[in-house]
Structure formats: structure tokens, C-alpha cells
């Protein structure tokens, strides 16, 4: 069965960087694309951006432009989240989340089950 | 950007009810529309795609309507594992965006 599951919980000093895996099994790694959601608590969802496993093209939501780097590593079916600059208010969950189709636009069918990324001094 | 609006933000309903809940887009977005469940502590689950497609191994209680900016999920009779945050995503265009989520409480 399809399973993205993710790094352990980080606690970064504000400035720092976190980067959170995302392994991929029980699918072909590059047919389906892979997006990140994050969720601070008690809030909605928020898109940051899509990755291309196959390509490794990107599209980065406007709010992380310049902060946020989404890579792959195809030999262990594993995609990357890289934040950077860290503040609080990165404080959330963050999602990765696999898009339902091989090609066009896609839903997310699969979801990892989630990382806690907290930002404190 | 495309802002996704949902109504209402809570919900009180009875086991057995008919509920809905309205999702309305700033601009036309077709019917690319994905509505999924999420419960405390866990990722959000894909019910409902391309407006009314309802995904595998979703309850046929589950279904979904409408099309360009106007669209609605309807759970016709409300189950006790009913109860969570229901969120509305448009997949249009980029950046893909969310709706602020409706709770469904019991009443």
C-alpha cells in the first residue's frame, strides 16, 4: 500500500534551517508529484509548493519564495522540504502529500503523518 | 490568488442529519475541487475530487456539487465518525489554495 512517512518532530532557534524527509513506498516514487502542506495549531492549511519526483521541478507558494527548497533523492524514493530563516510563526505541522494522478492537475491522495517543526529560543 | 470561502466556519448536527457545507471561489476555477476530512492529530483525508468524484473507500453518504465558483459537500445522514474539520482545496491554478475548514460538533 501506498505510505509517505516523515522525519521526526525538530525544535529550531529562530534564524536556523529545517529540512524534513518524506520516504516514499508502495508506488512508483517519480510518477506521482509531491506537494507539502503545513498547518500551525489550531489553524487551516496552507500550500507551499510542488515537486516533480521525476523532473525535480518545483513551484514554491509566494509566502516561501526564497526561504523554501524542495529536492529528491530518487535512489531512496525520499523527498525534501528545506525551510530556512526560521521565525516563530513557522511553528506547524508540515505534510507531505502525494497528488493523486500521473499527469494533470491532481488532488492529494496520500498524506504523511505530518512533522511538528517548532521555532523557539 | 484564488481565496476558497467556506460556510460555515462550525457546524452543530445530530447523528442522522443532512448536512452541507458551501465552498465558494473568488473566480472560476471549473471543477477542480477536492474536499477532505481531517481529525485532531491526524492528516487530512481526500473524500471528494474534480467537484464530485467521490474517492475510493469514501462512504457513499459523502458527495459532492457544483462547478466555477459555487460548490457544496453533503453528508446525508451525519455518522458518529462524521465528526471532524471538512476543508475545501482548489487545484486550478497555482498557488493551489485551501478554505479555512468547517467543524462539524455534535449538537
Known amino acids: 500500500q501506498v505510505q509517505l512517512v516523515q522525519s521526526g518532530p525538530e525544535v529550531k532557534t529562530p534564524g536556523a534551517s529545517v529540512k524534513v524527509s518524506c520516504k516514499a513506498s508502495?508506488?512508483?516514487?517519480?510518477?506521482?508529484?509531491i506537494n507539502w502542506v503545513r498547518q500551525a495549531t489550531g489553524q487551516g492549511l496552507e500550500w507551499m509548493g510542488w515537486?516533480?519526483?521525476?523532473?525535480?521541478?518545483?513551484v514554491y507558494a509566494q509566502n516561501f519564495q526564497g526561504r523554501v527548497t524542495m529536492t529528491r533523492d530518487t535512489s531512496i524514493s525520499t523527498a525534501y522540504m528545506e525551510l530556512s530563516s526560521l521565525r516563530s510563526e513557522d511553528t506547524a505541522v508540515y505534510y507531505c502529500?502525494?497528488?493523486?494522478?500521473?499527469?494533470?492537475?491532481?488532488?492529494?491522495?496520500?498524506w504523511g503523518q505530518g512533522t511538528l517543526v517548532t521555532v523557539s529560543s | 490568488d484564488i481565496q476558497m470561502t467556506q460556510s460555515p466556519s462550525t457546524l452543530s448536527a445530530s447523528v442522522g442529519d443532512r448536512v452541507t457545507i458551501t465552498c465558494r471561489a473568488s473566480?472560476?476555477?471549473?471543477?477542480?475541487l477536492a474536499w477532505y476530512q481531517q481529525k485532531p492529530g491526524k492528516a487530512p483525508k481526500l473524500l471528494i475530487y474534480k467537484a464530485s468524484s467521490l474517492e475510493s473507500g469514501v462512504p457513499s453518504r459523502f458527495s459532492g456539487s457544483g462547478s466555477a465558483t459555487e460548490f457544496s459537500l453533503t453528508i446525508s445522514s451525519l455518522q458518529p465518525d462524521d465528526f471532524a474539520t471538512y476543508y475545501c482545496q482548489q487545484y486550478n491554478s497555482y498557488p493551489w489554495t485551501f478554505g479555512q475548514g468547517t467543524k462539524v460538533e455534535i449538537k
Open positions: 508502495g508506488y512508483t516514487f517519480t510518477s506521482y508529484d
Open positions: 515537486m516533480s519526483p521525476n523532473s525535480g521541478n518545483t
Open positions: 473566480q472560476s476555477i471549473s471543477n477542480w
Open positions: 502529500s502525494r497528488g493523486k494522478f500521473t499527469s494533470g492537475w491532481s488532488p492529494f491522495d496520500n
